[in-house]
């Protein structure tokens, strides 16, 4: 198997990465301009980017030491298409939050341009189902309960516990599996026995509700002794969870009356669940890149989960790598046995069988990469010797 793969671009207009700069960046400011009654300075600042990204080119973000570190000067004038996917979806969302005034100083700093959409998606019928749900696995097996947090954590707000519960075993096969393209879940279940857990987190709202759950339940029935829960220090791609979310979601656990709200307070009081959130969370660069100081941290672990699909890209590199392409390979640098639990929403895949790969591109041909109807569980072990691998910049 090849040691590395094409890097992806933006820059062929038939591509998954080119709409997403060329239609849901406009569309997410244009989204976030009406949230706001944000004043003249803002407007003027959100009309340049749309420029910007659709047809300027890669800016200086001048004095910022975490970006001049993660390459913007070696990308200085370049057209956003032509830079890799990775990096120029992470330089939007810098560029959003300059507009907005989010960094300050000023009137508008500290204010989250996508805190009204995260909050809304608290208050749905489908986020309150869930909760009810919960009272209906309590008295399941332990099994039952930890296979439902599991596949509602994974599919955050697609399958919700309501329906892992209703559906019997048999419905369950039916419905469920077909949708899941790689699933490790049993080589899961034993690194989860003790120690501390890295659980990376994706979005906010209602996928970070059963991510709470789950981290709820591997700390009362898996005897895991702590969960580090690494968080966005910013606002990131619309929906990821910042500290603040968090709380939001553990206060709306609580004011539900869910008793694991009260458990995860409590727990987040003495230590037991801890919040991370480090620069790096928001950098455009490969988990392959990370600094020094979070790979020592990463290394205390015992076993790291990376939500979401954007983690993933960041655990195996955004490259067109091929898809029977061992999930051990691409991961090996990383310090710890580590787990994605991923729907499928970018060009990019590893691990796949043969004939899975075979069955997705014979109905669908490629589109199941990206439509986030297809899932993954894959972990790899301890037992593969960490290594650097070459992640190549463009
Ligand atoms: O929230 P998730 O699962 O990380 O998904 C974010 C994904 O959305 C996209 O930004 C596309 O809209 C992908 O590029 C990215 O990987």
């Known amino acids: 198997m090849p040691d590395t793969a094409p890097v992806i671009l933006s820059d062929d207009p038939a591509s998954f990465p080119h709409s997403v700069l060329a239609e849901r960046h406009p569309a997410l400011i244009r989204k976030v301009r009406d949230a706001f009654p944000y004043g003249p300075g803002e407007h003027r600042a959100l009309d340049a980017l749309l420029k910007s990204a659709i047809e300027g080119a890669i800016e200086p973000l001048d004095g910022d030491a975490w970006w001049e570190s993660w390459g913007v000067d070696e990308y200085v004038g370049r057209s956003w298409f032509e830079v890799p996917f990775l990096w120029s979806e992470s330089y939007f969302y810098r560029r959003l939050l300059l507009a907005v005034g989010y960094f300050g100083p000023g009137p508008w700093q500290g204010v989250d341009p996508f805190r009204p959409f995260k909050l809304a998606e608290l208050d749905t019928p489908e986020a309150a189902e869930e909760i009810a749900a919960l009272d209906r696995l309590a008295d399941r097996p332990v099994e039952e309960q930890r296979k439902a947090l599991l596949h509602g954590s994974l599919w955050g707000n697609r399958a919700d516990l309501g329906f892992r519960i209703q559906a019997n075993d048999e419905e369950d096969e039916k419905a469920a599996t077909p949708e899941l393209v790689a699933d490790d879940s049993e080589s899961l279940w034993p690194l989860l026995t003790g120690g501390t857990l890295f659980l990376v987190a994706d979005n906010a709202g209602r996928e970070l509700i059963p991510d709470l759950l789950l981290i709820d339940h591997v700390l009362r029935h898996n005897s895991v002794d702590r969960v580090v829960l690494h968080l966005k220090p910013h606002p990131y791609y619309v929906s990821d969870a910042t500290t603040a979310d968090t709380v939001d979601a553990v206060r709306h656990l609580v004011t539900t009356g869910t008793?694991?709200?009260?458990?995860?307070?409590?727990?987040?009081?003495?230590?037991?669940?801890?919040?991370?959130?480090?620069?790096?969370?928001?950098?455009?660069?490969?988990?392959?890149?990370?600094p020094d100081d979070l790979r020592e941290e990463f290394a205390t672990a015992d076993l790291t989960v990376m939500k979401g699909d954007l983690n993933y890209r960041r655990l195996v590199g955004d490259l067109l790598w091929p898809p029977r392409t061992p999930f051990t390979s691409p991961t090996a640098y990383f310090p710890t046995p580590v787990a994605a639990l991923r729907t499928l929403k970018s060009d990019v895949i590893v691990g796949l069988d043969a004939e899975v790969e075979a069955a997705l591109v014979a109905t669908e041909e490629q589109r199941w990469r990206t439509s986030g109807t297809h899932a993954l569980i894959q972990v790899r072990g301890a037992g593969t010797p960490p290594r650097t691998p070459a992640h190549p910049m463009v």
């Not at 458990?263 to 950098?283: I, N, Q, T, Y």
């Open 259 to 290: 008793p694991a709200g009260r458990r995860l307070w409590k727990a987040m009081a003495d230590g037991r669940v801890e919040p991370r959130a480090h620069p790096f969370s928001c950098g455009p660069l490969p988990y392959a890149d990370m």
